[in-house]
């Protein structure tokens, strides 16, 4: 049975509408399900944390690696059928937004066909478990595929590109047509690998206060990097005297600049 045939034996079966509140667009192409595992299987997964499943189109081949996976789906109908599907296998089904699931193992490897509609909260997500979340595979919409390898001075580059590429490596896979969905997005997407990076010299507290100033920083993107800590005196301060060019603005600063200035404002 192709993917397309299982989704529509799905909705008849059980009535299903996909829900817009979930942003649940359905992957429906084997050729490309096929792709993302050539680029899953050289993760050396350890624990596998699958995010919004859907009917199970990669989860089919994700349980063939013969590791331990969490499958992490919001819509109660697709744990219900999921549940039977996999039965047999070697899978956790969990009901729940994966943005309050705490991710509880180390050395874990995230796999997403993101929806959109969480792309921006589901980054930060990850950024904010860096500590055990060791690599992953995601598709997104071009517009957060761009964040994430965009550069200092360009549009898009901004907190999201400063923060995931501190803690990560990601390299662009290939790009993916909004019609190997059901239904069809709006949107073109992309897909990308990632690996942790090696650990910074920054302790844990750190690492939370680098990361809430160049959220800080990025505040008002328009306005320079000075006039984003006018209501701190003592930071300000010290950029004016460590900064080479004191009109530069958030968005023009290479990540390791953020680091030197966060080492010398801390």
Request: charged share 25%; with cysteine.
């Amino acid at each position: 049975m192709s993917l397309i045939q299982e989704y529509q034996k799905f909705c008849t079966e059980y009535s299903f509408r996909s829900s817009k509140i979930f942003g649940q667009n359905f992957l429906i192409d084997q050729n490309i399900v096929d792709k993302m595992m050539r680029v899953i299987s050289d993760l050396k997964c350890k624990n596998i944390i699958e995010v919004g499943p859907g009917l199970g189109s990669l989860t089919n081949k994700l349980v063939k690696l013969n590791v331990p996976i969490k499958a992490v789906e919001i819509d109660k109908r697709l744990v219900e059928f999921l549940t039977k599907k996999f039965r047999n296998e070697k899978i956790e089904l969990i009901n729940k937004d994966i943005l309050k699931y705490e991710v509880q193992n180390s050395k874990t490897t995230i796999i997403s066909n993101v929806p959109y509609k969480i792309s921006g909260p589901f980054l930060a997500y990850i950024i904010d478990n860096n500590e055990k979340i060791d690599s992953g595979f995601l598709t997104l919409q071009k517009e957060f595929i761009d964040k994430i390898f965009s550069r200092p001075g360009t549009k898009s580059y901004g907190y999201l590109s400063v923060a995931f590429n501190f803690f990560y490596s990601p390299a662009q896979k290939f790009s993916i047509s909004n019609k190997v969905f059901v239904p069809v997005p709006k949107v073109d997407s992309g897909s990308f690998s990632f690996f942790k990076k090696t650990k910074s010299n920054f302790s844990k507290k750190d690492v939370l206060s680098f990361l809430v100033f160049v959220k800080k920083s990025f505040v008002h993107k328009r306005k320079t990097l000075i006039n984003n800590w006018k209501d701190d005196k003592n930071i300000q301060n010290k950029l004016l005297k460590n900064l080479e060019k004191k009109n530069i603005r958030a968005q023009e600063i290479p990540i390791k600049e953020w680091i030197r200035l966060f080492s010398i404002i801390k």
